[in-house]
């Protein structure tokens, strides 16, 4: 009988991943433990109970400490991996008076950075000449940027490059959260359940999601299509999309549609409104 691993989980807080890629750097412990959540690799709605959670990242926003509280509920240990775990890390330093006392002459206090009330994009300042979009762009995305191909010719959306068939026939009652098995290979992911926003996304990341099987969040910012559109307008074809090609019920269309899962990167899609933000041009995005 296959022997029982002890369950654990990563909780990511406000930090910058790294210590997550150290972990995934290593592999031993796959052999020890079973992962069953890591926002970076496997997404989930709720941490489940687990026998060891590590926790990265410092406490910075609202929603950290209500994870955080919420985590601790369903772990038998709690371990505060990394620095920003254990001190809340470089931005913790730059709110710290004591610290800053401590450490900084009174002429260098004044250069630490002190945390804004809110993080803005940048072109809220400045007026930017191009846009690389993408979490993270790919390779092949900086190599457009930097040395531009002449013969580029970019796709429509994500679903020009991902090549998955569309079925009229093959209607999912409900949309699963995270993978299960192995999609099929040939058909859309949403026929097979997954909401996938690939219609809706820009193209150039050659679908390096959903061809392996796993369905594109929209991190490469919207289609062209999108761009002139107001929120609500792009929120409600994605809805659309989802309507047609499936028959799950509205609410779970809507209630996935504003799920950690999507909204981590569909909220972005909101900062190309050409009606109520500064119009990002089509040409300026690579
Ligand atoms: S899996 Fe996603 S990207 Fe591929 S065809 Fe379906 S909707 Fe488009
Ligand atoms: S498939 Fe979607 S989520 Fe994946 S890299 Fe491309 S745009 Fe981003």
């Known amino acids: 009988m296959a022997r029982q691993l002890p369950k654990f989980a990563v909780l990511q807080l406000s930090g910058?991943?790294?210590?997550?890629?150290?972990?995934?750097?290593?592999?031993?412990?796959?052999?020890?433990?079973e992962l069953v959540y890591m926002p970076l690799v496997i997404s989930a709605s709720n941490v489940p109970s687990v026998d060891v959670l590590l926790v990265s990242g410092g406490v910075q926003t609202s929603e950290d400490l209500y994870k955080l509280l919420r985590?601790?509920?369903?772990?038998k240990e709690i371990v505060a991996v990394g620095t920003c775990a254990i001190s809340g890390g470089i931005t913790n330093?730059?709110?710290?008076?004591?610290?800053?006392?401590?450490?900084?002459?009174?002429?260098?206090?004044?250069h630490l950075p002190r945390m804004l009330p809110k993080c803005h994009p940048i072109d809220d300042y400045v007026e930017v000449d191009r846009y690389l979009s993408g979490c993270?762009?790919?390779?092949?995305?900086?190599?457009?940027?930097?040395?531009?191909?002449?013969?580029?010719?970019?796709?429509?959306?994500?679903?020009?490059?991902c090549g998955r068939k569309k079925l009229k026939d093959m209607k999912p009652d409900h949309f699963f959260y995270s993978q299960r098995g192995s999609p099929d290979p040939d058909i859309c992911l949403i026929n097979q359940g997954y909401p996938c926003v690939g219609t809706s996304t820009?193209?150039?990341?050659?679908?390096?999601?959903t061809k392996p099987g796993h369905p594109c969040v929209g991190c490469r910012g919207p289609s062209d299509a999108f761009i002139d559109k107001n929120a609500q307008d792009w929120f409600d074809s994605i809805g659309k999309v989802f309507e047609k090609m499936t028959d799950v019920p509205?609410?779970?269309?809507?209630?996935?549609?504003?799920?950690?899962?999507?909204?981590?990167?569909?909220?972005?899609?909101?900062?190309?409104?050409?009606?109520?933000?500064?119009?990002?041009?089509?040409?300026?995005?690579v």
């Open 202 to 209: 820009r193209a150039g990341c050659n679908a390096l999601c």
């Open 250 to 285: 509205t609410e779970e269309i809507q209630a996935i549609l504003r799920s950690p899962q999507l909204s981590l990167f569909l909220f972005q899609f909101a900062d190309y409104d050409h009606v109520n933000k500064k119009p990002r041009p089509k040409e300026k995005i």
């Open 16 to 33: 910058c991943a790294g210590c997550e890629v150290s972990l995934l750097n290593s592999t031993e412990w796959l052999y020890n433990f």
């Open 136 to 161: 993270p762009p790919t390779p092949e995305l900086f190599m457009q940027l930097l040395v531009p191909d002449p013969d580029y010719v970019p796709k429509r959306n994500v679903c020009q490059e």
């Open 93 to 110: 330093l730059g709110n710290r008076d004591d610290v800053r006392q401590m450490f900084l002459s009174e002429a260098e206090r004044f």
């Open 71 to 75: 985590a601790v509920n369903s772990a």
